[in-house]
């Protein structure tokens, strides 16, 4: 298992994606991942602005230049990209469909250029920005189309397109993860991210999703929260239950365990460190109660290096 820092712990850093990049070197993280621009797709303006992070990368925002020096100083680290994450929905119709695909395409081009494997797919939500939503049923399928549309140019820049569970989408559960990869089948190469945090924010219980996707899991996302009954805090994705964000030792979800369960299962992938979500829609301040972030990238990194050496012996 590899550890991989992810850039949301730069969110609110004016280093950006580069202090990504220093912190896991001077921590020992083992790769980076990125969080991708979210500036031009369809939504909530202020939700989006809420979220925007200087270590967002975006297609149209970095130059052709500035792609070969981050792709250099990611290489003078060390420190291989594991992938970029791209809301641009898939599934919508019409010009609007085609509009946000080509975005989708311009950061399969990104992460080829920065020497990435993977784009993660994780905008594929019921809402059709026209009107009446679509169906559960609707939305799965388009979205299969649009990956489908999206799959030969991924092909020929050798980027896989990578699948997550989110609470709230099409895929929120480990079953309905293995079902897109199989309808997407081999347009391109394909992956799964498994967060267990975001299933049991759904309500579900992790734990069965390890085998569920035996064989399937490209990468784990690690964070953890502790459930509330009521709304005490302030992320309350379903029902009347709200969350809070912890480090990964101290919420309701058992890493140790988890992390066994995944080897048993044989996962040996990258395990991305989660430090904050501010697309979870929280404000500044719920986050200001969290560690330091240079604190939280050693103190995971030691954390982990300690599960992983033990699952070994």
């Known amino acids: 298992m590899q550890l991989c820092l992810y850039g949301s712990i730069a969110w609110r850093h004016p280093g950006g994606f580069p202090q990504v990049v220093d912190w896991a070197n001077e921590y020992g993280w083992e790769m980076v991942d990125a969080r991708g621009l979210t500036l031009d797709i369809p939504g909530d303006e202020a939700k989006k602005l809420g979220a925007f992070g200087y270590d967002m990368l975006g297609p149209r925002q970095i130059r052709p230049s500035a792609r070969d020096e981050l792709k250099l100083r990611l290489a003078d680290a060390g420190l291989p990209l594991l992938g970029i994450y791209c809301s641009s929905p898939v599934n919508l119709c019409g010009e609007a469909g085609d509009r946000y695909r080509d975005l989708f395409r311009e950061f399969v081009q990104l992460a080829a250029d920065l020497g990435a494997g993977w784009v993660r797919a994780i905008n594929n939500t019921t809402t059709s920005y026209d009107g009446a939503d679509f169906t559960d049923e609707q939305a799965f399928d388009q979205t299969v189309e649009g990956l489908h549309k999206i799959a030969p140019f991924a092909a020929d820049l050798d980027v896989g397109l990578m ?12 079953e309905s993860l293995v079902r897109m990869q199989d309808a997407i089948g081999g347009a391109c190469r394909t992956g799964i991210a498994w967060d ?110 300690q599960i992983v050496a033990d699952l070994g012996s």
């Open 163 to 174: 699948l997550e569970n989110n609470e709230n989408t099409t895929t929120s559960d480990a």
């Open 196 to 305: 267990p945090v975001n299933s049991y924010f759904q309500g579900h219980d992790p734990v069965p999703g390890f085998e569920t996707l035996k064989g399937r899991i490209t990468c784990l996302h690690l964070k953890n929260v502790r459930r509330f009954e009521g709304a005490q805090h302030q992320y309350l994705p379903r029902g009347d239950s709200s969350y809070q964000w912890t480090s990964l030792a101290d919420g309701d979800l058992d890493w140790p365990a988890l992390l066994a369960l995944a080897k048993q299962t044989g996962f040996d992938g990258p395990l991305v460190f989660e430090y904050v979500n501010p697309f979870k829609g929280m404000p500044a301040e719920y986050w200001d109660t969290l560690r330091e972030p240079h604190h939280a990238a050693g103190e995971e990194a030691a954390y982990l290096r």
